[in-house]
Each structure stands twice: as C-alpha cells, then as structure tokens.
C-alpha cells in the first residue's frame, strides 16, 4: 500500500528487454533506501513494483508484458533519454497517511485536455476512460502517476484538480501539457461500496418469492 505522497522524482536510466517484458533501472535521487529489501514493492509512476536488485542510489524491476499495457510512463526509453517518474516507497503501519490509500494497481490511463495556470496555482483537467468515472466524485480523492489529489469538478468524464506550486514543483506533474497520458487509480472505497451495492441486489434477488 501507498500514499500518494511522491517521497522523489527518480530516473529511468536503462531499459531491458526481456521477451515481451522489461527489466527497469532506475535512479533514485536521494530516495533513502536503507530500510528497502529485495521483493519489497516500490511505486513508480502510480505503479507497484517489486525490487529486484538493489543499490545506494539505484534499483532494478522486473516489468511484465500485462503492466506495459495497461500503463503508461514506463516504456522502453530511447539511449541517453532518461524518463523521469514518480517514486513512493510501501507504507509501513506506523507512517502518516497524508494522502489517501493507494494500492499501485492502475485503474486506466486518463489524457490531459487542460492544463493552465490560475493565479498561484496551475488548474489540471482529465478525460478519465468511461468505465472509471462513475468511480470519480467532487471532493473525493483520485491518484494520478502516483499522486494523490483532490477532485474539484467533475463533468461527464473530464474531472479537474487544483495543482499547489508544491505539488508541481516535487513531482513529475509540472512537465504534463494538454494531451499527455497518465496512469489514474481510482478510490478504493468508491469500488467497495459498488460491489456492496451490487450484492444486496443480487441478494435481494435470489431471495425466494
């Protein structure tokens, strides 16, 4: 489990193929990573990831072929174009939960179609896939490329977000313009209470006349 407070704004510096899959190393950026083992799971752009290899400033994960296509911001980068990303390392139990609980399983990939600045701070506008934004509600939370943000509006499936200067200026957020892709995870208390919904009705349902 993650926050959706972004800890670093790390590097992909090196992609390998593996068959259909890749094998990620990437640069850290002050990230401490003394308290991280192999196979603990570290956020990178919203996705969880698992450690596979370990360094002082670096660590390698093994990305399968299904992440790739569900997400974005993690494909194989051209030599010397390093990609920056977004990195949270797991939540312990007794760490501050300053955002929202985050599970680093991408719910579908959303595309800007406003971004502007407003005064002190810059207003973010989503076309979030049709299937989610049942899911996204005014005043509720939502995680984009890993960070955890407040929704302001919603109408049909575009929703908007303030951006503090905080936010653009420790994430990756700040290099997004109108038409970028980005990774969207959805609250997860909006998709229990549907499942809820959904079985009292089928409950209600079998119930004999």
Aim: aromatic residues 4%; negative net charge; hydrophobic residues 40%.
């Amino acid at each position: 489990m993650f926050t959706g407070i972004i800890q670093t704004v790390g590097q992909i510096e090196h992609t390998t193929p593996m068959d259909e899959d890749v094998k990620l190393c990437i640069a850290c950026n002050g990230l401490d990573m003394q308290d991280v083992i192999i196979g603990d799971s570290i956020a990178v752009n919203g996705v969880c990831l698992t450690a596979i290899s370990l360094g002082d400033t670096h660590f390698e994960a093994h990305v399968s072929k299904e992440t790739l296509s569900v997400t974005v911001g993690l494909e194989p980068t051209e030599e010397g174009h390093n990609k920056t990303v977004n990195l949270e390392k797991a939540l312990r139990l007794n760490d501050r939960l300053g955002g929202h609980l985050v599970s680093g399983h991408v719910d579908g990939v959303g595309q800007v179609v406003r971004f502007e600045e407003l005064g002190d701070c810059w207003r973010l506008d989503i076309r979030a896939p049709h299937s989610l934004s049942k899911y996204i509600a005014i005043k509720g939370s939502i995680c984009v490329d890993g960070v955890s943000l407040t929704v302001n509006s919603v109408e049909k499936d575009i929703f908007s977000m303030n951006l503090i200067p905080h936010t653009l200026e420790n994430t990756t957020l700040q290099f997004l313009g109108v038409g970028s892709r980005v990774n969207l995870e959805v609250d997860q208390i909006a998709r229990y209470v549907e499942r809820m919904s959904e079985w009292m009705t089928e409950s209600n349902t079998d119930e004999p006349a």
